[in-house]
């Protein structure tokens, strides 16, 4: 009985072409040896490459060297060849060729046999062919090997004065040889000389040379990657120590540690200094993150505590006492005002750390402080809000962002001046720039405070800020925007009399401020 699940499966199985099975991906090998090595520890590469390196500058002066040597032997051989051709040509013109009278009367040379026999250099024998190629004489030291003459030999004429050299194999022995052909003053082909050398010591030098060229080379990588892996392993013992130091530091999450500083002033020196400066970046950015995230934690929950206390209220019924209902909302709007510019803050920090591009239109900075005025009244209080000086000026920027920080300025004064105090919002030109500022006459800013005052989450007096609303990010943003159009910030401050911010924005050329107009 065929089950149901063949039947399903039957259908589709004979209406599948028949496919082969998809070959596995092959990796070459040079992929393979590169995985080997990214798992071989660093110690050990560096030490198999200062081995290799060595080895490829060792192998091309050994090649180098043997070459060279050949060379020179072989030039000394073919030296050795040409002094003794003209040596034995020398004793051929003294006593080998004497001149006899025939019974006809006429004199004619006649070639001694044994003239050849003079030359009693051991390491070189020499042989007189006639010209018809049959052996004519020959020194005694040369009957081991006993050389024929070759064809190409009898090809040879009386100006062909440098001969020909080749090398055969006697017996196992190369010999190489020098033939001549030997001629008369008066131009006549007289036979051929072959001088001859074995080359058995040459051979012999040379494979001396190649042992120890070999044997050498192989100490020398041996010595050389011991030092090596031992260089290695003391120049690399300082950063195991950082890496140690560092694991330490990350397993006890102790950003205060350091990594101790090596006497020597090179790169670990450098290395180790710049990590320690990481490091309190690092311990820096921490701490400031966790104080950020606990004062953001306590401004969140400030308006939103009072603005569930409103929301209770108005759920008891304060909707039927009208005084009662407005102040309710009044205070719901105000903390809602709060939690905007908290969150704009934030977002404004967030676009400068990105990069965000800023808009670059006229700006009248004049209309533009009046509205930052009228949007800070409400805020104010019992503190006196002022316009002091106000030229009208253009400027060329974001118009967003440049009403965010004076607003961020004129926030931070107001929350810093004590009631019955004075804030003044002035715009006036200084040089080729336009000066936003805002006075006022609060606690003021110490000496030792302001270098810190545009860091981002410092705040002066923390309980005072938490009072009124600040996170520590408006003066920060302040110096972002000022900075983004080209200028910059200042502040004069004295502790009990009050402070005095800037925002110093460029003016326009004048040809483009003319075509504006």
């Not at 049959?134 to 040369?142: A, C, F, I, K």
């Not at 080379?217 to 031992?230: E, K, P, S």
């Not at 950015?285 to 104080?291: D, E, G, P, V």
Request: glycine share 8%; proline share 5%; charged share 20%.
């Amino acid at each position: 009985m065929t089950d149901i699940n063949d039947k399903l499966v039957q259908p589709s199985l004979a209406s599948a072409p028949d496919q082969p099975p998809a070959a596995p991906l092959r990796r070459l090998p040079w992929q393979h040896l590169r995985q080997s090595l990214i798992a071989v520890p660093f110690r050990v590469r560096l030490t198999l490459l200062y081995t290799s390196l060595f080895s490829v500058a060792l192998l091309v002066i050994g090649v180098g060297v043997h070459f060279a040597v050949a060379q020179a032997l072989y030039a000394g051989v073919q030296s050795d060849l040409t002094s003794a051709t003209q040596q034995v040509r020398a004793i051929l013109n003294a006593v080998g060729l004497q001149s006899i009278r025939t019974p006809s009367g006429q004199l004619q040379l006649y070639l001694d046999r044994d003239f050849i026999q003079l030359f009693t250099n051991r390491n070189i024998g020499a042989q007189f062919f006639r010209l018809d190629g049959t052996l004519v004489s020959n020194t005694p030291n040369l009957e081991p090997y006993m050389l024929p003459l070759p064809p190409e030999a009898l090809q040879l004429t009386s100006t062909n004065t440098n001969g020909i050299t080749l090398v055969r194999d006697v017996n196992g022995v190369p010999v190489k040889s020098l033939i001549t052909p030997v001629v008369l003053r008066d131009g006549q082909l007289l036979g051929f000389l072959q001088v001859s050398r074995p080359l058995d010591d040459v051979a012999d030098t040379l494979t001396l040379l190649q042992q120890i060229l070999l044997g050498g080379g192989m100490i020398a990588l041996i010595v050389t990657g011991l030092g090596a892996m031992y260089l290695s392993k003391r120049a690399l013992r300082p950063i195991e120590q950082i890496t140690s130091t560092a694991q330490s530091i990350v397993r006890a999450e102790d950003l205060g540690r350091r990594i101790p500083e090596p006497a020597q002033r090179d790169e670990l020196h450098q290395l180790t200094v710049t990590i320690n400066e990481l490091l309190s970046r690092l311990e820096q950015l921490f701490s400031t993150q966790q104080r950020f995230v606990a004062d953001v934690s306590h401004e969140l929950r400030t308006p939103l505590t009072a603005m569930q206390g409103n929301l209770e209220v108005l759920d008891r019924g304060a909707g039927a006492d009208p005084a009662l209902l407005k102040e309710v909302i009044d205070d719901m709007r105000r903390e809602t005002a709060r939690l905007i510019r908290m969150v704009n803050d934030l977002l404004l920090l967030v676009q400068s750390e990105t990069h965000v591009a800023l808009r670059h239109e006229p700006v009248e900075l004049d209309t533009l402080l009046l509205e930052v005025f009228r949007e800070l009244r409400p805020l104010a209080g019992q503190v006196r809000l002022r316009i002091g000086a106000e030229d009208q000026i253009l400027v060329y920027g974001d118009r967003d962002r440049i009403k965010q920080a004076l607003l961020n300025l004129g926030v931070n004064a107001l929350q810093y001046t004590p009631p019955g105090g004075l804030v003044v919002l002035g715009l006036e030109r200084y040089e080729q720039f336009a000066c936003l500022s805002v006075a006022d006459t609060g606690v003021g800013i110490s000496e030792a405070e302001r270098a810190h005052i545009f860091d981002r989450f410092y705040r002066v007096d923390r309980s005072r800020s938490r009072h009124s609303g600040g996170a520590g990010l408006g003066l920060s943003i302040v110096k972002w925007v000022a900075e983004a159009h080209s200028g910059y910030v200042t502040v004069a401050s004295e502790v009990g009399r009050g402070s005095t911010f800037a925002i110093y924005l460029p003016l326009p050329e004048p040809a483009v401020s003319a075509g504006a107009e």
